[in-house]
């Protein structure tokens, strides 16, 4: 008996939790993330997400025939909601990354397969917003349904009314109508002033319109604001790094933009920013233009360290100082 309660007690400290890995994917630690599914083993409650994972880690690294492979055999072993939203984005990047005969396909997979996560659970904000983006996005032959965003963005509201302004602003730019989208934000910021995601929406905005100047404005603007919740971190984040891209590629505000870099890079990952492997590239293009060519290669080494994607080593062997 002792020996059995001995046995148990080793299975369940040494068991592999989904909420150690989800922490590994929020630290962007995807070399963590593979370790730890690698010792789930058939005796663990996780055993059917192990290919889940596994696409997602490969999704990450943007390895996407990798990803598709574990994808399908995930499909099968764990069909859950979250499996099925990962098919849509994987599909979905397939279908921009894909020649033009493969891309109608995947399209129409990737639709099938957030429409299928919607139904299994519509109160998802993620869900909702990925089925939103993807009629937005996609052409009408590909799926792409502009009527069926405005039922969808009514349920976004009763769940999470901060996304759903965002999301109909969006809508607005799709549709070309960035006066009303602009218009509707300042409605919006006038009603809250405090919000730094509505903030950084509006410099969002004017970036798309290819007002880079006014874009920085509202950027430091959002920098600036107080954070009061996980929300508004995210937002102050999101600026940040959207704040040193438009300096990266501009070589315009090219102070600012290695502040905010090195401010972006020093802090904890936040969940939902993009990752610091990019940052770190992006700071040594800033660098490079600085002429600063030791911290360029710095910067670029550090990037590689972090995640040694293929897009990001193409990238980085160009920019070499």
Not at 155 to 179: C, G, P, S
Not at 285 to 302: G, H, T, V
């Amino acid at each position: 008996m002792k020996i059995l309660l001995l046995l148990f007690i080793s299975i369940n400290v040494w068991a592999v939790s989904d909420e150690a890995i989800e922490t590994a994917f929020d630290n962007n630690d995807t070399a963590a993330v593979e370790k730890l599914v690698k010792q789930i083993s058939n005796e663990d409650d996780n055993y059917n997400k192990r290919d889940y994972y596994m696409a997602r880690i490969y999704f990450r690294k943007n390895e996407l025939d990798e990803a598709e492979e574990y994808l399908e055999k995930a499909l099968k072993a764990y069909p859950q909601a979250e499996t099925y939203n990962l098919a849509g984005g994987i599909y979905g990047t397939q279908a921009g990354q894909a020649s033009i005969f493969s891309k109608l396909g995947y399209a129409k997979k990737s639709k099938k397969y957030l429409q299928k996560a919607y139904e299994a659970d519509p109160k998802n904000v993620a869900y909702i917003s990925g089925l939103i983006q993807f009629n937005i996005q996609a052409p009408g032959i590909a799926g792409g349904d502009m009527d069926a965003v405005e039922p969808l963005l009514k349920q976004m509201e009763k769940h999470d009314k901060k996304q759903a302004i965002i999301l109909r602003i969006q809508y607005l730019v799709e549709e070309e109508d960035e006066e009303t989208a602009l218009k509707y934000l300042d409605e919006e910021i006038s009603k809250n002033p405090s919000n730094v995601g509505l903030v950084y929406s509006k410099g969002f905005l004017f970036q798309s319109m290819e007002e880079n100047d006014k874009a920085v404005i509202e950027y430091n603007k959002a920098i600036a604001q107080e954070t009061k919740n996980e929300s508004d971190i995210k937002a102050h984040y999101d600026a940040l790094y959207q704040l040193g891209r438009l300096a990266s590629i501009e070589k315009k505000w090219l102070q600012e933009g290695k502040q905010a870099f090195v401010e972006f890079i020093k802090h904890e990952k936040i969940a939902g920013t993009p990752p610091k492997s990019w940052a770190n590239y992006r700071l040594g293009l800033i660098y490079k233009a600085l002429k600063q060519n030791k911290l360029a290669q710095q910067s670029f080494n550090a990037s590689l360290a972090l995640n040694p994607d293929k897009e990001l080593e193409k990238r980085i062997k160009k920019a070499m100082p």
